[in-house]
């Protein structure tokens, strides 16, 4: 069983910084996908940024030049660095983890809120 757990959530005002981490633990394949979500109220989840094991990072288009994706191998661990923060990034972080088990399987953490206000 992979367990996902994200920290680092808050309340933040706009073009302020935040960084937030999601630890994975359990088994997982090495071939793998970390990454996170958001989903803001009244709207659907959307990817934010994911970094494959064997890949490139993926950005969502509103977040690029803003936001920064990397992780930790050996601590099976992601990062999130997000600067320049307004108010249309405030959402519930969800992290995601991918991993190759002979088909594609998905473990999400429970969230962390991300508050956006002055």
């Known amino acids: 069983q992979v367990q996902v757990v994200e920290s680092g959530g808050g309340l933040v005002q706009p073009g302020g910084s935040l960084r937030l981490s999601c630890a994975a633990s359990?088994?997982?394949?090495?071939?793998?996908?970390m990454g996170w979500y958001r989903q803001a109220p009244g709207k659907q989840r959307e990817l934010v940024a994911v970094f494959p094991s064997h890949g490139s990072r993926n950005y969502a288009d509103s977040v690029k030049g803003r936001f920064t994706i990397s992780r930790d191998n050996a601590k099976n661990t992601v990062y999130l660095d997000m600067n320049s923060l307004s108010v249309e990034d405030t959402a519930v972080y969800y992290c995601?983890?991918?991993?190759?088990?002979?088909?594609?399987?998905?473990?999400w953490g429970h969230g962390t809120q991300v508050t956006v206000s002055s």
């Open positions: 995601n983890v991918r991993s190759w088990e002979i088909r594609w399987r998905d473990y």
């Open positions: 359990g088994s997982i394949s090495s071939v793998n996908t």
